[in-house]
């Protein structure tokens, strides 16, 4: 007997738990003839589920809602299920990954998604949020799988599973590829999980948004009572006509009191004839003869005169002894940087394949010293040495040409890894 899923045919949330059902070879049917907005506020579904929310699952048991418990169930049925792991520490990280999912990746593309959508009052402010803590996450994500092909172990489990559904709607929707260029072993997962023929089946052919999906603003509705206000009380306007000139003051007053925001000081600086976005270009569409073209480009653009280079070196390398905490390290301050990201250019290397593992970066700062706003309101500039680079020193320059292109071996020590603020 199949288990009855209610839920729209395209519904992300019904999505895990027929992934679930194809990986676990359980039988789960799509309700017949549901209707969004209809069915679910039918008093036989408020029977299932009082919010009226979707899916819900009908089994023998009875009814289960919320959509990771439903899948959870699915995936239970069968014993043995390689899709929980194989020991207590897999099904404890699989639970891990799969909450991860919905408080950090889910949340956050719903914020940004939704509003858009018209589901929820847009606010630019709130997007932003949204956007920079959607970034957080997809950068811890991402650092999770530059080792691993998977979430947990070396298969498909239900963590990922729960993780495809939840990027689903923000790669088709707003999370474009000069977006997600900046996660990239996520993308390669992403991509990885929607080609699987278990996954394929139920999603269908997947393709990545080439733009975000624009505001859609709903009509304001108090227009029309306002219009028969007039035609109510049409005497009251032979009145007000004499008044009316006064009125203009306060409204006049209205228009001068918003401040415009205060520059950026370095938005005051000279022109410089190095354009910062031709470069992160030049440097991202690069993928052979690095030394002779993005490195040449590289000196050819630089202006000497608007930027200035600078070389960083971690105080702390000593506790830097277990390779993903330092990772981890490296990568937050990469995201607290993200508010420096129209003035500056910068490569983090992790050096060493044996710890204690040494952090060195240069960084290509607008303007002849560090931004006095990213000292202040990165607190992760202080653990850092900054040297101001000489370029009339061959040496010092040489330094910055490897750096830049990844060069191995550093300084005669192997890379863990190298990565790039742009």
Same mark, same amino acid.
């Given at each position: 007997?199949? *288990?009855?899923?209610?839920?729209?045919?395209?519904?992300?949330? %019904?999505?895990?738990?027929?992934? %679930?059902?194809?990986? #676990?070879?359980?039988?789960?049917?799509?309700?017949?003839?549901?209707?969004?907005?209809?069915?679910?506020?039918?008093? $036989?579904?408020?029977?299932?589920?009082?919010?009226?929310?979707?899916?819900?699952?009908?089994?023998?048991?009875?009814? &289960?809602?919320?959509?990771?418990?439903?899948?959870?169930?699915?995936?239970?049925?069968?014993?043995?299920?390689?899709?929980?792991?194989? #020991?207590?520490?897999?099904?404890?990280?699989?639970?891990?990954?799969?909450?991860?999912?919905?408080?950090?990746?889910?949340?956050?593309?719903? !914020?940004?998604?939704?509003?858009?959508?018209?589901?929820?009052?847009?606010?630019?402010?709130?997007? $932003?949020?949204?956007?920079?803590?959607?970034?957080?996450? *997809?950068?811890?994500?991402?650092?999770?799988?530059?080792?691993?092909?998977?979430?947990?172990?070396?298969?498909?489990?239900?963590?990922?599973?729960?993780?495809?559904?939840?990027?689903?709607?923000?790669?088709?929707?707003?999370?474009?590829?000069?977006?997600?260029?900046?996660?990239?072993?996520?993308?390669?997962?992403?991509?990885?999980?929607?080609?699987?023929?278990?996954?394929?089946?139920?999603?269908?052919?997947?393709?990545?948004?080439?733009?975000?999906?624009? &505001?859609?603003?709903?009509?304001?509705?108090?227009?029309?009572?306002?219009?028969? !206000?007039? !035609?109510?009380?049409?005497?009251?306007?032979?009145?007000?006509?004499?008044?009316?000139?006064?009125? %203009?003051?306060?409204?006049? $007053?209205?228009?001068?009191?918003?401040?415009?925001?205060?520059?950026?000081?370095?938005?005051?600086?000279?022109?410089?004839?190095?354009?910062? +976005? +031709?470069?992160?270009?030049?440097?991202?569409?690069?993928?052979?003869?690095?030394?002779?073209?993005?490195? !040449?480009?590289?000196?050819?653009?630089?202006?000497?005169?608007?930027?200035?280079?600078?070389?960083?070196?971690?105080?702390?390398?000593?506790?830097?002894?277990?390779?993903?905490?330092?990772?981890?390290?490296?990568?937050?301050?990469?995201?607290?940087?993200?508010?420096?990201?129209?003035?500056?250019?910068?490569?983090?290397?992790?050096?060493?394949?044996?710890?204690?593992?040494?952090?060195?970066?240069?960084?290509?700062?607008?303007?002849?010293?560090?931004?006095?706003?990213?000292?202040?309101?990165?607190?992760?500039?202080? *653990?850092? $040495?900054?040297?101001?680079?000489?370029? #009339?020193?061959?040496?010092?320059?040489?330094?910055?040409?490897?750096?830049?292109?990844?060069?191995?071996?550093?300084?005669? +020590? %192997?890379? *863990?890894?190298?990565?790039?603020?742009?």
């Amino acid at each position: 007997m199949a *288990l009855i899923l209610y839920a729209g045919k395209t519904n992300k949330n %019904a999505y895990k738990t027929q992934i %679930a059902a194809e990986y #676990s070879g359980v039988d789960v049917k799509l309700a017949e003839n549901f209707e969004m907005g209809v069915t679910n506020k039918t008093h $036989e579904f408020l029977k299932m589920n009082p919010i009226g929310k979707v899916p819900v699952l009908e089994t023998p048991e009875g009814p &289960v809602f919320e959509s990771n418990a439903i899948a959870r169930y699915v995936t239970r049925l069968k014993a043995d299920n390689p899709l929980y792991g194989s #020991s207590l520490i897999d099904y404890a990280r699989i639970e891990q990954w799969m909450d991860f999912a919905a408080t950090e990746i889910d949340a956050g593309i719903s !914020k940004w998604l939704y509003p858009r959508l018209g589901y929820q009052l847009y606010l630019p402010p709130a997007e $932003e949020a949204a956007i920079s803590a959607l970034k957080r996450a *997809l950068g811890a994500l991402n650092l999770h799988l530059t080792s691993n092909t998977y979430l947990v172990g070396h298969s498909v489990t239900l963590a990922d599973i729960i993780m495809t559904c939840n990027l689903y709607p923000g790669f088709s929707h707003v999370m474009t590829k000069s977006f997600t260029s900046e996660f990239p072993h996520v993308e390669r997962y992403f991509w990885t999980m929607v080609n699987q023929p278990n996954v394929k089946k139920v999603v269908g052919d997947v393709k990545q948004a080439e733009s975000v999906v624009p &505001v859609t603003r709903k009509p304001s509705q108090p227009k029309e009572p306002a219009q028969s !206000k007039p !035609k109510v009380e049409p005497k009251k306007e032979v009145k007000e006509k004499e008044p009316a000139k006064p009125k %203009a003051e306060p409204a006049a $007053e209205e228009e001068e009191a918003p401040k415009p925001k205060p520059k950026n000081p370095l938005d005051s600086l000279p022109p410089s004839k190095m354009i910062i +976005d +031709d470069w992160k270009r030049l440097y991202s569409n690069t993928k052979t003869n690095f030394r002779e073209v993005a490195i !040449k480009g590289f000196w050819e653009m630089y202006d000497p005169e608007g930027y200035s280079l600078w070389f960083c070196d971690y105080k702390y390398n000593d506790e830097n002894t277990v390779s993903f905490v330092t990772l981890n390290k490296v990568g937050g301050f990469l995201q607290r940087m993200d508010l420096a990201r129209k003035y500056a250019f910068g490569k983090m290397l992790i050096i060493g394949s044996e710890p204690p593992f040494k952090v060195k970066g240069l960084w290509l700062f607008r303007g002849q010293e560090i931004p006095q706003f990213i000292i202040d309101e990165c607190y992760d500039m202080e *653990l850092y $040495e900054w040297t101001k680079v000489d370029i #009339s020193d061959e040496a010092q320059k040489e330094r910055v040409s490897q750096m830049i292109e990844d060069h191995e071996p550093f300084e005669g +020590d %192997a890379l *863990l890894d190298a990565k790039c603020f742009k």
